[in-house]
């Protein structure tokens, strides 16, 4: 069975930074797409940023430029690096996993950016 888990959230103050991880078990890592979400309070659950099997990254335009996607297929983990964070990307994150039509998510881990 697939689970994903992840970790690294916490309070950080505006302009600082975080590393989001995610790790995953119960499947061969380095053939599935992985991806970020959030969720803000209140808010719909939104796309963040994408890494391909074959390492293509993508990005949501409010993090372009902010944010990087990295994965470790040794250490089947993907990462999220947050940098001159905003208090807009207060939410909780979450990992996905795709591969073709399965999709699994992880529990989240919260950020809170403070002003």
């Known amino acids: 069975q697939v689970q994903l888990v992840e970790s690294g959230g916490g309070l950080v103050q505006a302009g600082g930074s975080l590393r989001l991880s995610c790790t995953a078990s119960g499947t061969i890592f380095s053939i599935n797409n992985m991806g970020w979400y959030r969720q803000a309070p209140g808010n719909q659950r939104e796309w963040v940023a994408t890494?391909?099997?074959?390492?293509?990254?993508i990005y949501a335009d409010s993090v372009k430029g902010r944010f990087v996607i990295s994965r470790n297929n040794a250490k089947n983990s993907v990462y999220l690096q947050m940098n001159s964070l905003k208090p807009e990307d207060t939410a909780v994150y979450y990992c996905?996993?795709?591969?073709?039509?399965?999709?699994?998510w992880g529990q989240g881990t919260l950020v809170t950016v403070s002003s």
């Open positions: 890494i391909t099997s074959s390492g293509l990254t």
């Open positions: 996905k996993l795709t591969r073709g039509n399965v999709e699994r």
